[in-house]
T-cell receptor
Framework: DGGITQSPKYLFRKEGQNVTLSCEQN?????MYWYRQDPGQGLRLIYY???????QKGDIAEGYSVSREKKESFPLTVTSAQKNPTAFYLC?????????????FGPGTRLLVL | QKEVEQNSGPLSVPEGAIASLNCTYS??????FFWYRQYSGKSPELIMF????GDKEDGRFTAQLNKASQYVSLLIRDSQPSDSATYLC???????????FGEGTQLTVNP
């Protein structure tokens, strides 16, 4: 059963703490993405990766970091430098070097600050 | 000017009516256009994508693209209460895979 999984569903962060959000896909997609969504807003791109061991900053990368050591996995770390991390975080994947560029989304992680 | 703009909403239509959702974009080199539906508290799910000028139909949904006017729309025929959701327009740039999303239009279909 192919798809994208994100964990945890809910995550609580204390002041000064780094937290890591997990994203795994078994769709054999090359490209993976992280978005942030604030209430009533669209999606804003944090980071994306088109191939293993390579990634690029999106529009709002400050306070976040990523790694792409495996094709299937693209974890996002929300660092203590991100002062307003409360949001809905969405991971997506796509197969960009084909005619099918559609991005498919995981179920999301909701991050809350204690 | 925002890169991708959607009609602000919220939009309310009676059951059985046609709902019309609109989106304009600023990058003339944009190649691919997507409509996603997002239920409250859930992640976006793809409804349709369109690459070429004209209409593309899939069941009750029709996407319309006019690249000269930099305009893409989604029509939902015979609207159902289950269509009540936020609809997100997304546009890929000339360089490929990055998508830029609009802020979404909230649609309510009243029984």
């Amino acid at each position: 059963d192919g798809g994208i999984t994100q964990s945890p569903k809910y995550l609580f962060r204390k002041e000064g703490q780094n937290v890591t959000l997990s994203c795994e896909q078994n769709l054999n997609h090359d490209a993976m993405y992280w978005y942030r969504q604030d209430p009533g807003q669209g999606l804003r791109l944090i980071y994306y990766s088109q191939i293993v061991n390579d990634f690029q900053k999106g529009d709002i990368a400050e306070g976040y970091s990523v790694s792409r050591e495996k094709k299937e996995s693209f974890p996002l770390t929300v660092t203590s430098a991100q002062k307003n991390p409360t949001a809905f975080y969405l991971c997506a994947s796509s197969a960009p070097r084909t005619s099918e560029e559609t991005q498919y989304f995981g179920p999301g992680t909701r991050l809350l600050v204690l | 000017q925002k890169e991708v703009e959607q009609n602000s909403g919220p939009l309310s239509v009676p059951e059985g009516a046609i709902a019309s959702l609109n989106c304009t974009y600023s990058d003339r080199g944009s190649q691919s256009f997507f409509w996603y539906r997002q239920y409250s508290g859930k992640s976006p799910e793809l409804i349709m994508f369109i690459y070429s000028n004209g209409d593309k139909e899939d069941g009750r949904f029709t996407a319309q693209l006019n690249k000269a006017s930099q305009y893409v729309s989604l029509l939902i025929r015979d609207s159902q209460p289950s269509d009540s959701a936020t609809y997100l327009c997304a546009v890929s740039g000339a360089s490929g895979s990055r998508l830029t999303f609009g802020e979404g239009t909230q649609l309510t279909v009243n029984p």
